[in-house]
Nanobody
């Protein structure tokens, strides 16, 4: 089992910045990758960014050039730095971890990000 606890988020004006963090605990040695997804009201959950144990990243097209994912393996924590936020970035952001021992997804509870125009 893997537990994920998110922090950060909140309300920001358009053009502003926010940072999210997600700390993993439990069977952390089974984690292959960690990342962030988001879900806006009435929309499907979508990938924001993902980072593997080796540091390879994937970033969603809608946030490329504005959002940056990073991780601190010593702290078992993944970060998402969000710059130039726009109202369309408003969503609940979920931390995700994928394990390789028994392939499955783990999810955090989510944190609300609201961008006002």
């Amino acid at each position: 089992q893997v537990q994920l606890v998110e922090s950060g988020g909140g309300l920001v004006q358009a053009g502003g910045s926010l940072g999210l963090s997600c700390a993993a605990s439990g069977n952390i040695f089974a984690i292959e990758s960690m990342g962030w997804y988001r879900q806006a009201p009435g929309k499907q959950r979508e990938l924001v960014a993902d980072i593997t144990n080796g540091g390879s990243t994937v970033t969603g097209d809608s946030v490329k050039g504005r959002f940056t994912i990073s991780r601190d393996n010593a702290k078992n924590t993944v970060y998402l730095q969000m710059n130039s936020l726009q109202p369309e970035d408003t969503a609940v952001y979920y931390c995700n971890a994928v394990t390789f021992t028994i392939p499955r997804d783990y999810w955090g509870r989510g944190t609300q990000v609201t961008v006002s125009s």
